[in-house]
């Protein structure tokens, strides 16, 4: 199956912000883990960007995990790019 990177952005004043949706977004994502789609998921370290890789059978599928995302509903991701990756190690 492919993999998928996102990079993605928070909104300001996210650690504030996230607080009313964050338990629905760990909850979603300990899902797509456990469904082996989500390989790893995680802020910088000064919380202004997301990373994550997916292992997903197409873009579509990873876009629409995204945008079903509460961070994503609510603003807490403000922008986000979806990239095919090949892994070469």
Known sequence: MPKYILYGSY???VL???TPYRQAHLDGLA???ENG???TIGPTKDTTKVFAIYDAPDE???KNLV???PYWQNEIWTEY???EWI???
């Open 81 to 83: 790019e979806i990239k």
């Open 31 to 33: 899902r797509q883990k």
């Open 16 to 18: 504030i912000k996230r």
């Open 11 to 13: 909104c300001d004043d």
């Open 67 to 69: 945008e079903g995302d």
């Open 87 to 89: 892994q070469a190690i």
């Open 37 to 39: 789609i989500l390989i």
């Open 60 to 62: 579509q599928t990873v």
